[in-house]
């Protein structure tokens, strides 16, 4: 076998073409960590009639962004940033829990190399069962069904991690930059958005997001600040503020300059590339907003590679004889 490890950049994904927006949503919505469609025999029949309905909208918001999702290219270019910075005992792959290359995908590929050490590296740095949780559940299903021994182990937050609030702030001086004086300046910070049942049912998710911004706005004083959370679908409760509610707020008082900033993205999608830079956009300058910006998503930022490649090299020196088939639970 080889002496190298693996690590899995765990990832939602995206559809790769117009034609794969279906079954990339039919994909999502039949994932009972994220959201649950009656009982679980009719999950599948429920999650094809709600792909079904909501494609032909997706479709057109893909289209705008150039028709597909940019998050392989993304994810692998972070892999291959990240490989490059940890050096030759690693290999680093994507494996995306939606869409391709799938864990099963990924985890072939590491088969195929001969190598037996994995480490799963979510890049959702706030922890929620809906994200972390459901990816990891995947890995470990398809290791059940594999029956093939791997070295195990993964790590499933750094949401306070310093270099991630270190690149975080970089990207939010780059949208500052971008304005006059930063003291004219409301920031937003943009999450995407989770059922409060999960919160009230015990998930961290939004507790790691608040630590976030703390830690961010310590680096920024004199910044005035929100939070807020998109993407929200369905009639259940819904985290608050929504993103679209606080922009509605702030150019009724009066807010003439307004910077989005990010948060749980580590790299660009539809959430940024569309729900942000067109959608909020457009609200924003409609409302009287002039001067609308976002800050950059961290992608292949050197501070942001950095955090993951400081987070596997602590794995690896704390844990260089674990032996497991599956993840702990």
């Known amino acids: 076998m080889s002496d190298k490890t693996?690590?899995?950049?765990?990832?939602?994904g995206g559809p790769d073409s117009l034609d794969a927006v279906e079954p990339f949503l039919f994909n999502l919505f039949s994932d009972r960590d994220i959201i649950r469609l009656g009982p679980a025999f009719l999950q599948p029949f429920l999650a094809r009639r709600i792909s079904r309905k909501r494609a032909p909208v997706v479709e057109r918001q893909y289209e705008k962004i150039g028709g597909k999702s940019p998050i392989r290219e993304m994810t692998e270019a972070q892999a291959k940033a990240l490989e490059?910075?940890?050096?030759?005992?690693?290999?680093c792959f994507a494996a995306m829990r939606y869409w391709r290359p799938s864990t099963v995908e990924a985890l072939a590929t590491v088969k195929r190399e001969g190598i037996d050490r994995i480490i799963a590296l979510s890049l959702y740095p706030h922890y929620s069962r809906a994200?972390?949780?459901?990816?990891?559940n995947e890995l470990?299903?398809?290791?059940?069904?594999?029956?093939?021994r791997f070295k195990t182990s993964r790590i499933d937050s750094y949401y306070n991690h310093p270099l991630y609030i270190g690149a975080l702030a970089e990207k939010m001086a780059e949208g500052l930059a971008l304005f006059p004086d930063r003291k004219d300046v409301q920031v937003v910070f943009s999450a995407h958005s989770l059922p409060q049942s999960f919160i009230?049912?015990?998930?961290?998710?939004?507790s790691h997001i608040q630590e976030t911004v703390r830690l961010v706005m310590e680096l920024f004083g004199g910044v005035a600040y929100r939070l807020a959370f998109q993407s929200r679908a369905g009639p259940v409760k819904w985290l608050e503020p929504d993103t679209e509610e606080v922009i509605r707020e702030m150019a009724a008082k009066g807010c003439g300059n307004l910077l989005l900033v990010p948060l749980s993205f580590v790299s660009d999608h539809l959430e940024t590339l569309y729900e942000i830079d067109i959608g909020y956009?457009?609200?924003?300058?409609?409302l009287g907003i002039v001067n609308f910006h976002r800050?950059?998503?961290?992608?292949?930022?050197?501070?942001?590679?950095?955090c993951l490649a400081e987070l596997v090299r602590g794995i690896v020196e704390a844990e260089p004889h674990q032996d497991k088939s599956c993840f702990m639970e």
């Open 6 to 12: 693996a690590v899995l950049l765990l990832q939602m």
């Open 84 to 91: 490059e910075k940890l050096g030759n005992n690693f290999r």
């Open 140 to 148: 470990n299903r398809v290791l059940r069904e594999a029956g093939i």
């Open 295 to 306: 800050a950059p998503a961290l992608n292949c930022s050197a501070l942001f590679i950095e």
């Open 131 to 136: 994200t972390t949780g459901s990816s990891i």
């Open 200 to 206: 009230a049912a015990g998930d961290p998710y939004l």
């Open 281 to 286: 956009r457009e609200l924003a300058r409609s």
